[in-house]
Nanobody, 126 residues
Framework: QVHLVESGGGLVQAGGSLKLSCSSS????????LGWFRQAPGKERTFVAA????????VYTPPVKDRFTISRDNAGNRVLLQMNNLKPEDTAVYYC???????????????????WGQGTQVTVSS
């Protein structure tokens, strides 16, 4: 089991930036994929981005592909999400999640992620 803790959320104006951080403990991440999901009020949790720790390979949902960047901090065992040019529709609780790299499910399949953080609120004002 991987213990995940998110931080870095907050209130920002449209066009602004935020950087989310997900700290992990409990397991080395070599065999894990770390993902970011978000959930807006009254909506389902949706996929944002994911990174396979061992290869650095990344995948994004199209609405954020040119604005968000997922990266890793090897020393700190953290996965980061740099969010630029934020829009009001990006407002949501953002969750970090982890799954085994052996999973054959789509990266966007929330059910394939075994461990989740508690979430961090991102609010973008217009």
């Amino acid at each position: 089991q991987v213990h995940l803790v998110e931080s870095g959320g907050g209130l920002v104006q449209a066009g602004g930036s935020l950087k989310l951080s997900c700290s992990s403990s409990g397991h080395a991440l070599d065999n894990w994929t770390l993902g970011w999901f978000r959930q807006a009020p009254g909506k389902e949790r949706t996929f944002v981005a994911a990174m396979t720790w061992s290869t650095g390979g990344t995948v994004y949902t199209p609405p954020v592909k040119d604005r968000f960047t997922i990266s890793r901090d090897n020393a700190g065992n953290r996965v980061l999400l740099q969010m630029n040019n934020l829009k009001p529709e990006d407002t949501a609780v953002y969750y970090c999640a982890a799954r085994s790299t052996s999973s054959s499910s789509a990266y966007s399949d929330a059910g394939s992620y075994l461990d989740w953080g508690q979430g961090t609120q991102v609010t973008v004002s217009s």
